[in-house]
């Protein structure tokens, strides 16, 4: 009867506490990767007016070349690569050329015109671009020749100025006082010649009193005591 109960209350708690390994759920988002393009040869491509940023013009999907990268939109996404036709990666983001180029630029490729101006746009080969498109850039090589567009004013956008910081008193510079500069004591000059040479002082002379008269000036005062006790 106990090993009953005991097989009875262990099957119970098998049941009623979870396995680890059956509670652990693994959630993986897998990102579509664009359809794979044949190429018959290395394709060449044209650079766009005011970027320096290249498509490919032979085929229907949008495919740009851009500072050593391929770039490829699919189904709302951007994916980019180091080669044309293999090697896809979801980017997350809009490449920063892309927002430089206006919507109807297929258009305008096909009318041979840019933005009322004619395109006369030269394929540029696979090997010149890779080649040569970091130089391009340095040099701006594009701008000098206008890309191919007679009259295009090439116009770099203007980053917006940054508001005028305000200092706090906390920030500002202590205004520390300049030492004063050292009295420096005058060389020492000897005196001239007229103040070595002594001055003829006078002595200082007192009128002499006589001893007579002296005299006489005491006897009248004696005398006149005298008096005046009588």
Do not use: C
């Amino acid at each position: 009867m106990k090993k009953a109960l005991f097989v009875v209350t262990l099957l119970a708690l098998v049941a009623v506490v979870p396995n680890p390994s059956m509670a652990r759920v693994d959630v993986q988002v897998s990102i579509p990767l664009p359809p794979v393009i044949i190429f018959p040869a290395p394709p060449s491509v044209i650079v766009i007016p005011g970027t320096y940023a290249y498509f490919v013009p032979d085929i229907e999907e949008d495919v740009f070349f851009y500072n050593g990268w391929w770039w490829r939109p699919w189904r709302g996404r951007w994916y980019r690569s180091r080669q044309y036709a293999s090697g896809w990666v979801y980017y997350q983001g809009i490449p920063s050329f892309y927002r430089g180029i206006p919507r109807g630029w297929r258009n305008d490729f096909r009318e041979h015109r840019w933005k009322g101006q004619s395109w006369n746009f030269q394929p540029i080969p696979h090997r010149e671009l890779e080649r040569n498109w970091s130089g391009w850039r340095k040099e701006k090589y594009w701008e000098q020749n206008r890309w191919h567009v007679p009259g295009y004013q090439f116009k770099p956008r203007s980053r917006p100025s940054e508001p005028a910081r305000r200092v706090v008193p906390s920030e500002r510079k202590a205004v520390v006082p300049k030492p004063r500069e050292a009295v420096r004591p005058k060389p020492y000059r000897p005196p001239s010649r007229e103040a070595q040479t002594p001055r003829e002082v006078k002595p200082y002379s007192q009128p002499r009193q006589s001893r007579e008269t002296g005299s006489q000036r005491r006897q009248d005062s004696e005398g006149k005591e005298r008096s005046g006790r009588r």
